[in-house]
């Protein structure tokens, strides 16, 4: 791909100074630059989804509370319940 961007004097001064630090070309600079971006843009899409994520567990946490072995166990803990409601039959 080819870019052709108008940038200002302080941009100019900016690529002249990371080009004598480091001797690199523009495109290498602006790829490097790029790259640095869409990392930070993506780790932040990544952080507001892990947030979203983590507030919805925490408001269903609090609906449903059982036995830790319940898992395990649930087929006991349903044929209780239903006995329970609807008496031994």
Do not use: C, T
């Not at 961007?5 to 070309?25: G, T």
């Not at 790259?35 to 780790?43: E, M």
């Not at 507030?55 to 319940?81: E, H």
């Amino acid at each position: 791909m080819r870019i052709n961007a108008r940038l200002d004097d302080s941009y100019e001064r900016k690529f002249q100074l990371v080009q004598q630090r480091e001797r690199k070309n523009r495109s290498d600079i602006l790829k490097e630059a790029l790259d640095s971006y869409f990392a930070s843009k993506l780790r932040q899409d990544e952080d507001e989804a892990l947030a979203k994520n983590q507030k919805l567990l925490q408001m269903l946490g609090g609906i449903m509370s059982a036995p830790a072995d319940s898992s395990v166990n649930y087929k006991q803990y349903v044929k209780g319940y239903l006995d329970e409601k609807f008496g031994h039959r």
